[in-house]
């Protein structure tokens, strides 16, 4: 499994935005590693405990910003996100159960495909939008 490297194809055209994505990406790659070196399931847990708390703090940014200029479709986004959340909770409780390989190269698997997907489906849907109210 290849670590994910952050492209300009990637880029939401808001600096932020961007800096978030670079850090969210950075913290996957920080999970990649631990598994490779086969650390602890402490420190798996204590990275992936990061990396929601990381990721709640950027959902609540980005959603700041369509909310504050009107964005169409910020509902969707917004349950988008919800789903992720939920969904990272559960890998969190799983994750407190017990670590075993197949659950963290799954887990991993699922984080890696879930953010590209995201940026270059969901996220760059915005960009037009933010830039014209001249967030970037
Ligand atoms: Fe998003
Ligand atoms: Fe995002």
Do not use: C
Request: proline share 1%; net charge negative; glycine share 4%.
């Amino acid at each position: 499994m290849p670590t994910m490297i952050w492209s300009q194809e990637m880029s939401v055209g808001v600096a932020i935005l961007d800096e978030d994505h670079k850090k969210l990406i950075a913290m996957i790659n920080e999970l990649h590693e631990a598994m490779q070196h086969g650390r602890s399931k402490e420190v798996f847990a204590d990275i992936l405990g990061r990396l929601s708390a990381y990721t709640v703090e950027h959902f609540g940014r980005e959603e700041d910003f369509l909310a504050e200029t009107g964005y169409p479709s910020l509902d969707l986004h917004h349950r988008v996100h919800e789903k992720l959340k939920a969904d990272v909770a559960a890998i969190r409780r799983k994750f407190d159960e017990g670590v075993d390989a197949a659950l963290q190269i799954d887990t991993l698997q699922f984080l890696q495909d879930w953010l590209q997907n995201h940026i270059l489906q969901t996220d760059k849907r915005y960009v037009a939008h933010l830039n014209a109210h001249d967030i970037r």
